[in-house]
């Protein structure tokens, strides 16, 4: 007998559940997003203020390209703004998830001088989706915060389009946004970089 796919929604709650068991989110901080179609776009993504630790079917909306509510009751995220963004300049990503741990929110002051976060030579590099062998160079571009999300999409889009290997993107003080053709895939590029967030405030 075989096993029952999870729904969109079911694997976001889960990889909800397992990012804030290992302290890497804070409340209702950060939005999770599954693309469900492109053309036209349509997206499963948390509603706005809704605790990401005890996510179920009813904390989802389904939104089109302009962020207008198509299924699901709550308000939309001013973040599903930045998620559509990074749907349109990524187009193999298919889910893209959030984390805020304190190495990460500490690196992306000290790094954001230098505009990104970088990591060259470690092995576990090889287990990101963009990145085929540990002498590459995983980059994370840093942005500013800002309460204009419309502005702050633009950015976003403008630093995607000049920086095509971009594993990642952070904001600074916020939190990282990442991306993968999986919610698996999005989840270990998470928690990868979580990894070495620490290391590199432990040097």
């Known amino acids: 007998m075989t096993n029952k796919p999870l729904s969109a929604t079911d694997e976001l709650s889960r990889a ?11 409340g209702s901080s950060g939005n ?26 009813t904390n989802f909306l389904e939104l089109d390209d302009d962020a207008e509510i198509l299924q699901g009751f709550g308000r ?6 930045l998620h559509l963004a990074i ?3 990524r187009p193999r990503a298919r889910c893209i998830l959030y984390s805020q741990s304190v190495s990460g929110i500490q690196l992306s002051d000290k ?43 633009h950015v976003i889009t403008n630093v995607l389009s000049d920086d095509i290997a971009a594993t990642g ?5 916020h939190g990282l946004y990442t991306w993968g053709e999986t919610v698996r895939q999005a989840q ?15 040097e």
């Open 16 to 26: 909800g559940r397992e990012l804030h068991q290992r302290g890497w989110l804070r």
């Open 32 to 57: 999770f997003s599954i693309l469900m179609a492109r053309k036209p776009m349509r997206l499963c993504i948390t509603a706005a203020g809704d605790d990401i630790s005890s996510l179920d079917e």
């Open 111 to 153: 790094r954001y001088v230098d505009g990104a976060i970088e990591f060259t030579g470690y092995e576990t590099l090889t287990s990101l989706e963009t990145i085929d062998r540990f002498d590459q160079t995983a980059r994370i571009p840093i942005i500013d915060n800002s309460t204009d999300h419309v502005a702050l999409s």
């Open 76 to 81: 939309p995220s001013d973040g599903s703004l």
């Open 87 to 89: 749907y349109r300049m």
């Open 169 to 173: 993107i952070y904001i600074r003080r």
């Open 188 to 202: 270990t590029n998470i928690e990868i970089l979580e990894f070495l967030f620490e290391i590199a405030n432990n």
